[in-house]
């Protein structure tokens, strides 16, 4: 586990963005942007939490986020490509290591990215990055997986 204190303000924020999504977002854009606010603000790792959407099966289109301004178009390689290609969490300690990551912002130093999945076809994905290496691992996976089914009426 990377940060003990992060099990806890997983359980925390998931109850915050669950008083807030369920029965009262209006749409699937302002239930990301939600998501994005209250994570981004609350973990203090983050230098960069948002949203990509899959254009065509080589390119995706940004989304809402927080952080520093992104790319908006990734086209052919990346994390977030590969995220959707496989259908499957991406933990990337180090992008450096990670062959065809898109540099949106080179203080960007760990990522982790999760699909969301409508019928069997990922729609949009979750990428967060870290300014410092190593701040993802798999104990992220199942609290931001919980997080991103709070969309699911909403996709
Ligand atoms: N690093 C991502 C691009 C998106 S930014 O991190 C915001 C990728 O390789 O797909």
């Known amino acids: 586990m990377i940060d003990p204190r992060r099990p806890g303000r997983y359980e925390r924020i998931y109850a915050q963005l669950r008083g807030l999504i369920e029965g009262r977002s209006p749409n699937l854009i302002a239930a990301m942007a939600t ?11 983050h230098f960069w939490t948002g ?7 080589n390119s995706l289109t940004v989304g809402p986020y927080q952080g520093a301004v992104a790319c908006q178009v990734l086209e052919g390689r990346g994390v977030c ?3 959707v290609r496989t259908a499957q969490p991406v933990v990337v300690p180090n992008v450096e290591e990670f062959p065809g990551h898109i540099a949106c912002d080179s203080r960007s130093k760990s ?9 069997g076809r990922v729609v ?8 410092k290496l190593a701040q993802f691992d798999q104990d992220d ?15």
Do not use: G, W
Not at 51 to 57: A, K, L, T
Not at 111 to 119: F, G, R, V
Not at 141 to 155: D, G, K, S, T
């Open 124 to 131: 949009a994905v979750l990428d967060i990055d870290s300014d």
């Open 111 to 119: 990522e982790i990215c999760l699909p969301l999945i409508k019928e």
């Open 141 to 155: 996976i199942a609290p931001l997986e919980r997080i991103l089914a709070l969309l699911n009426p909403y996709v």
């Open 51 to 57: 949203f990509y959407f899959v254009r065509d099966e």
């Open 81 to 83: 490509l590969h995220c």
């Open 35 to 45: 998501i994005c606010a209250v994570l981004h603000h609350k973990m203090p790792h």
